[in-house]
């Protein structure tokens, strides 16, 4: 199944300001990157299987497991409705949805909420994956 990017965005930007909750699944109560990303994928009709087992810094391998088991190809450009994949501490650890090639929307601990930000130098340097259904 191709992902529907308009919707996605539309999903995601309705939750912006949802304060972040590690693990959090809710739109307007609390959101982790992951629990944004899965809101915004499933409302396309897409079944995505949900784990809640992970840490402040889920292990990178596994992100990209669940990203492949679901059907996601790995890409070299950014679109809208991609899911970007950002490394800290090496792995990738923070989850992501391009809403343009220079734009993204995500959870953000830092923030305390789930923000859309540019591209900047910050997120280019971590960027380790681009993921598109």
């Known amino acids: 199944m191709k ?3 308009e919707i996605m965005i539309a999903v995601a930007r309705d939750c912006i300001g949802t304060p972040f909750h590690h693990q959090g699944r809710l739109p307007h109560v609390g959101l982790d990157c992951i629990g944004l ?3 915004a994928l499933r409302a396309t009709g897409m079944k995505i299987t949900d784990r809640t087992d992970y840490g402040r810094r889920p292990d990178g391998t596994s992100l990209v497991q ?3 088991a679901h059907g996601a190809e790995q890409t070299d450009t ?3 409705g991609d899911i970007l994949l950002f490394r800290y501490d090496g792995h990738p650890q923070h989850v992501a949805l391009a809403t343009s090639p220079a734009t993204l929307i995500h959870a953000f601990a830092p923030a305390g909420k789930v923000v859309e930000t540019s591209m900047g130098d910050y997120w280019r340097r971590r960027l ?3 993921y598109r259904f």
Request: hydrophobic share 60%.
């Open 66 to 68: 669940a990203l492949l």
């Open 37 to 39: 990303a899965i809101i």
């Open 3 to 5: 992902n529907n990017p």
């Open 78 to 80: 950014i679109k809208a």
């Open 128 to 130: 380790t994956g681009i």
